[in-house]
């Protein structure tokens, strides 16, 4: 199934693919019923493209270098009494091709066509490189 859109979105804190997959599956309270969701201000508009094939597309280090399928979204509101939105997330982390890309504040709707290829899946597995020299190699077509 090809997704109608996905998102983008920065993975703040993390090092690395293994770094950001250890803080959700062991040290993230963003937890309901054992599935992992990241919180975000804003809901998307887009919501329907969203859960037709989408996923999530994570910017480390100012890198593309995974994915994860959206499976749903949630309203949450906090203590502050604010509004929140849930995303709802597949727990397998699909790496992809390194892809650089720019620092932006918030997630941002990302065409499929503008989307990075998954690795091939004797790649998955690999060790991941630092995203700097991921994103080096991509920019000489090394990887």
């Known amino acids: 199934m090809t997704a109608s859109v996905h998102l983008l979105k920065l993975s703040v ?3 690395s693919i293994e770094q950001m997959a250890e ?6 309270a963003q937890r309901r019923d054992g599935r992992y969701y ?17 996923s999530l597309y994570w910017v480390i280090q100012g890198v ?3 994915r994860q399928r959206i499976t ?3 309203e949450l ?9 849930a995303i709802f997330l597949d727990p397998e982390i ?9 620092p932006f ?9 503008d989307a990075p290829a998954d690795l091939a899946a004797g790649r998955q597995r690999d060790e991941s490189l630092p995203p700097a020299l991921e994103a080096a190699l991509a920019e000489i077509g090394v990887r």
């Not at 803080?23 to 993230?28: F, K, L, P």
């Not at 919180?39 to 887009?46: E, F, H, L, N, V």
């Not at 509101?77 to 939105?85: A, K, L, N, S």
Request: net charge positive; with cysteine.
């Open 105 to 113: 504040q918030g997630w941002r709707y990302l065409a499929p066509e």
């Open 77 to 85: 509101v906090g203590e502050d009494g604010i509004r929140r939105c």
């Open 64 to 66: 593309i270098l995974a």
């Open 13 to 15: 804190g993390s090092a």
């Open 94 to 102: 699909v790496r992809t091709e390194a892809t650089p890309k720019r």
């Open 38 to 54: 990241h919180i975000t201000r804003m809901w998307p508009k887009r919501e329907a493209e969203l859960l037709d094939g989408g």
């Open 72 to 74: 749903g979204f949630e």
């Open 23 to 28: 803080w959700q599956r062991r040290r993230s």
